[in-house]
C-alpha cells in the first residue's frame, strides 16, 4: 500500500510548520531569558503575548515537570523542545507504512492534543491570554491527529481486504 499523496503533502507541511513554530517559541523564550525588555513579532498587547505564555511556569514542561524536578532540571524542558521532538517523530514515523509506526503516530497525536486542551485552558483561564503561536500549534496537532486517523482507518481497511 502506498501513502497517498494528500496525506504526504499535509504531513510535511503541518510538520514543517510545527517544527518552525517550535524553533520561533524556543528562540522567543531564550531571547526574553537573556533580555527581559527582548519584545517578540507575536507580542501584540498585554493580553496577547506569546513570550509571556512561554515564560511562564507552564512555557516549560508543561508545568508539571517541576512539580517532581527542580525548575532548572534538564528535565525540565521548553514545551518548544517537546514540539520539536513531536514534529520530528511524526514526520520520521509517517514514512513508514507498518501497524506499529500507524499506532505510535496515532497514540502519540492523542498525547499531543491532550496536552494542547491542557495548555488552551491553562491559556485562557489561568494567564488569561492569547497566544498566536500556541493556537495554531494545537491547530496543527489536530490536524495531524485527523491524518493519522486517516492512515489507521486506511491500514485497517487493507488489513480486512486481504483477509
Known sequence: MAMPKWERIARIFLCVLGLFLSVYALHVELSRERNPDYRAMCDLGESVSCSKVFTSRWGRGFGLVQLFVAKDSPLNQPNSVLGLMFYTLQIG???????????????????????????????????????????????????????????????????????
Not at 108 to 125: C, M, P, R
Open 93 to 163: 514515523l509517517g514514512l513508514s507504512l507498518s501497524k506499529k509506526a500507524v499506532m505510535l503516530l496515532v497514540s502519540s497525536s492523542w498525547v499531543s492534543v491532550a496536552g494542547s486542551l491542557y495548555l488552551a485552558y491553562i491559556l485562557a483561564f489561568v494567564l488569561g491570554d492569547f497566544c498566536m503561536v500556541c493556537v495554531s500549534t494545537y491547530i496543527i496537532n489536530f490536524a495531524l491527529l485527523f491524518t493519522n486517523l486517516r492512515r489507521r482507518t486506511a491500514i485497517e481497511g487493507m488489513k480486512e481486504k486481504a483477509e
